[in-house]
């Protein structure tokens, strides 16, 4: 009797299959392939390129910050963790919490205090990278995400600002936005937090007094393009109900403190002059609210002076942005452009880039002020509004294939593929199972690969090479009428001496 029926007999269970990982991407996240790796990576180059161009150094931090260090100034303040992926050390008492970075703009604050006797000051600097947000997912909505910032540490001179949004109206426009496709909104944090004196949600003698309130409405605020009047006056008052049945509690103002607020979001004007006189009026004797009125003031002038006017760059008391460390001037980049949402409606793309001054940030950790400003483009939105627009696209174009005949002449094929390389021409030897040759043509066409190279055992004896026009190959099994390739066969036959030269002519065009 075999072993499995002694153990039948023996009533022992038969062990149990081992569970095996579902092959899923976990929720909130997502993979990026080739083509998208490469369009991202060239719309960086133009970006950083542009930065470089103003000065600024480069800067890699790593992902992971102390939960100290990165600070809590996230908008979405009710989650765990304070909306981050946060974990402790170890288990002993008083060990340290990590947490993936959230932004690029706090692990720079840690970065400019614990290098401030070496940093130049003032200390320009850009990166970019991946950051992580523990919230949740939606549609377009992820907790993986890319950004490419730029700041300024240790410049208190809002020139500083003005110099920032120069540069992103710049970056925006050598990344393939046109001018006329986006505008850049100019605000301050000190006129808001004017407005909310004369409303009486800010007490000048106890900053905390009102905290919770003053948060809910920034958020408010900053969510009026989603939420419109309506809904950002329930989030001002009581409360709003989404359409999910959530529950958003409210800042509790009285209706006289919520028209005040709601004045303030209503106060650009058509010039910029005429805005800066109605909140001149908005935030009354407030100390706080004159002085950011008077800094927007000076930034206009400045981008003015460089010729960067209203078509580029505009005030605009409705950008209040929601993180929690700006303490002056914001500025947020709109595109204007319109484009088609899910259920087919035209709606404007909106949002890609944003910023501010954030002066108390390094101070938590030095105890001196420190003023810094700089500015953050959501590079999955900004990659996306390109190819929205047909800009985003890039050459996709495979691999040239270096098809396998005859196995044991693996060394020759390894020869021709180090030429096309050595030339400067993207190239690869099929490495499969080349007993189908059928199957390499297959593994071409996945790669999109523009041509595959050919040589069995009679080309070899004749010197020759066979070269296979993919591309073209495809276009004349779909239409076999093309005049324009009339002159041009499919695939060709030449001296294995001409292999780079043949492949560059047929990769331009037959020129």
């Known amino acids: 009797m075999s072993d499995e029926n002694l153990g ?39 970006i950083t390129a542009v930065y470089h161009r ?13 939960v100290e260090a990165l600070g809590k100034f996230l908008p979405d303040v009710d989650r765990p963790n304070e909306g981050v992926f946060g974990w402790q050390e170890n288990e002993a008492e008083g060990a ?13 604050a840690r970065v400019a205090a614990q290098y401030r006797n070496d940093l130049p000051t003032p200390y320009r600097r850009y990166a970019f990278g991946p950051v992580w947000r523990n919230e949740k997912p939606g549609p377009g909505r992820f907790r993986q ?14 020139a500083a600002d003005a110099e920032i949004c120069a540069m992103l109206a710049d970056a925006l426009e050598a990344a393939g936005i046109d001018r006329g496709d986006y505008v850049i909104k100019v605000n301050n944090r000190k006129v808001l937090n004017g407005v909310m004196e004369v409303a009486g949600v800010l007490d000048s003698f106890d900053p905390d007094k009102h905290a919770e309130e003053r948060g809910i409405v920034l958020r408010a605020i900053d969510k009026f393009d989603r939420l419109g009047t309506e809904g950002v006056r329930a989030l001002l008052g009581a409360g709003r109900k989404d359409e999910s049945g959530d529950f958003a509690k409210g800042a509790g103002l009285s209706e006289a403190q919520a028209d005040v607020v709601m004045g303030f979001t209503a106060a650009r004007r058509e010039t910029g002059p005429a805005t800066l006189a109605r909140l001149r009026e908005l935030v009354g004797h407030s100390a706080i609210g004159t002085e950011g009125v008077n800094e927007l003031s000076e930034i206009a002038a400045l981008l003015a002076a460089q010729g960067y006017g209203p078509d580029r760059i505009i005030l605009d008391p409705g950008v209040v942005r929601g993180l929690g460390y700006y303490t002056g001037p914001v500025y947020e980049a709109e595109l204007t452009f319109e484009i088609l949402d899910e259920k087919g409606r035209k709606r404007q793309f909106g949002s890609v880039a944003g910023g501010g001054r954030y002066d108390d940030l390094v101070k938590r950790f030095t105890g001196q002020a420190v003023p810094a400003t700089g500015v953050s483009i959501g590079v999955d939105r900004l990659l996306a509004a390109l190819t929205a627009k047909g800009r985003g696209a890039v050459d996709s174009a495979g691999p040239v294939v270096v098809t396998v005949m005859d196995r044991e002449r693996m060394a020759d094929y390894m020869a021709m593929v180090g030429e096309l390389r050595s030339a400067g021409i993207r190239a690869e030897v099929y490495l499969g199972n080349p007993k189908q040759f059928g199957n390499q043509l297959k593994y071409a066409d996945k790669r999109a690969s523009p041509i595959a190279v050919i040589q069995g055992g009679d080309e070899a004896a004749k010197g020759t090479i066979v070269l296979k026009d993919l591309i073209l190959g495809a276009q004349i099994a779909q239409n076999a009428t093309l005049e324009e390739w009339k002159g041009r066969p499919a695939q060709v036959e030449v001296p294995r001496t001409d292999l780079v030269a043949a492949v560059q002519k047929m990769l331009g065009g037959g020129k």
């Open 8 to 46: 039948a007999k023996s009533g022992q269970k038969k062990p149990k299959a081992e569970r095996r990982p579902r092959a899923e991407t976990p929720r909130g996240f997502r993979d990026y392939f080739g083509a998208e790796v490469t369009a991202r990576r060239d719309m960086l180059a133009a």
């Open 54 to 66: 103003y000065g600024f150094d480069p800067l890699e931090t790593s992902a992971v910050e102390t």
């Open 96 to 108: 340290d919490w990590l947490a993936l970075r959230y932004d690029l703009t706090a692990p720079l």
């Open 145 to 158: 995400f890319y950004q490419c910032d730029a700041d300024t540490i240790g410049a208190a001179s809002v």
